[in-house]
């Protein structure tokens, strides 16, 4: 059964960082696609940034460019999304999902609000 | 940016009723559309994939249609589980979330 739990959500203040794990099971990590998406309070889903197998590529949606950081252990089967600089506009739910073209699993979420 | 628009926004319905919802992209997506169920406090699961393919474990009384810019997401008979949120997912150029729809019972 494919499983993806995600961890390192908080409060947090604006300006400053913090960093989110997804840990995979049930299929073999280092063969897929992977990306956090997110959504804000009452709004939609947004997609914020995905990685290559390897983690050579990355991809990110222009208002998170140059402050959050996709990465991946695949020794680990663990994906991290780093991220600096935290504004207002990023607190969500972000989700761990797998996929280049489709998400096709998602996991449970984590909180993250960036207030004073 | 390819835009998704969604409609209804709310839909109330009857058990065994049919239920359509539809999904415009702001241009053409070929057939690069996907449509997810969100439960309340849940995390979204993927029901249909390039418009019209049926995700494995999925009920057979949903199923999707369209190519282009115009999508649909029918469930044939609906049932009480499937009171939910529904959102379009166009990924053709990047990816463009719809803003969903709630489907709740009458």
């Known amino acids: 059964e494919v499983q993806l739990v995600e961890s390192g959500g908080g409060l947090v203040q604006p300006g400053r960082s913090l960093k989110l794990s997804c840990a995979a099971s049930g299929f073999t990590f280092s063969n897929y696609y992977m990306a956090w998406v997110r959504q804000a309070p009452t709004k939609g889903l947004e997609w914020v940034a995905y990685i290559s197998t390897g983690g050579g590529s990355t991809y990110y949606r222009d208002s998170v460019k140059g402050r959050f950081t996709i990465s991946r252990d695949n020794a680990k089967s663990t994906l991290y999304l780093q991220m600096d600089s935290l504004r207002s506009e990023d607190t969500a739910t972000y989700y761990c999902?797998?996929?280049?073209?489709?998400?096709?699993?998602w996991g449970q979420g984590v909180m993250v609000t960036v207030s004073s | 940016d390819i835009q998704m628009t969604q409609s209804p926004s709310f839909l109330s319905a009857s058990v065994g009723d049919r239920v359509t919802l539809s999904c415009k992209a702001s241009q053409n997506i070929n057939k690069y559309l996907a449509w997810y169920q969100q439960k309340l406090g849940e995390a979204p699961k993927l029901l249909i994939y390039n418009a019209n393919s049926l995700q494995t474990g999925i009920p057979s009384r949903f199923s999707g249609s369209g190519s282009g810019t115009d999508f649909t997401l029918t469930i044939s008979s609906l049932q009480p589980e499937d009171v939910a949120t529904y959102f379009c997912l166009q990924h053709n150029s990047w990816y463009t979330f719809g803003a969903g729809t709630k489907l709740e019972l009458k």
């Open positions: 999902t797998r996929g280049r073209r489709v998400f096709d699993y």
